[in-house]
């Protein structure tokens, strides 16, 4: 990204605000690996732990309330939502990981659909891993990340609920995950702090996401 303040930076954030106002909708859902939608625009992901607020978050980069579902509930992303966002970016929304209250069968198909996704789909050009900043980074995230490593998927950290934290805590939370994937192959160094209620950061991710959108017609 650009200097911020500057005027290209300006610009990146209009890019980024005129591409999630457009259109998006729902496409698929894929609970299996057959139901996976053939590959086509190139593809952002959503990941992070259970009750993270991923919906959130995508329904705060689209400005709509019930794009993606919320619940306080852990779990109720139980396969991989797809979204067409202006015919130019496809969103995904992954099932949560974590403290999900379901089967271990039910998460270990879950998470068996997730990796088949991460490493094969060669439109994907970026998950955002969604860490809760009041938690940082949990032993999951870390398994996630070897995964995204291997696969060489580049993963760029978000974290959520950043209003839940004073300034002060907001810094060292985002400092302590800078550290945290500095050695990481496949993680991308801007790491972006949001808050899906209050709005913060969710401009900067827009522009960082509209820069791997597919380029408008004429």
Known sequence: MCQPGSLEDALELERGRRLFAGECRFTAAAAE???LPP????EVAFAGRSNVGKSSLVNALTGRRSLARTSNTPGRTQALIFFDLAGRLGLVDLPG???AKVSKTKA???TALTRDYLAGRATLRRLCLLVDARHGLKPGDAELMEVLDRAAVVYQVVLTKI???ALPARERAVAGIEAGIARRAAAHPAVIATSA???DGVPRLRAELAALAEEPGP
């Open 108 to 110: 270990a198909a879950w």
């Open 197 to 199: 209620r209050d709005g």
């Open 97 to 99: 990981y974590g403290y």
């Open 33 to 35: 690996a057959g139901q």
């Open 39 to 42: 590959a086509g625009l190139p």
């Open 163 to 165: 209003d839940k934290l």
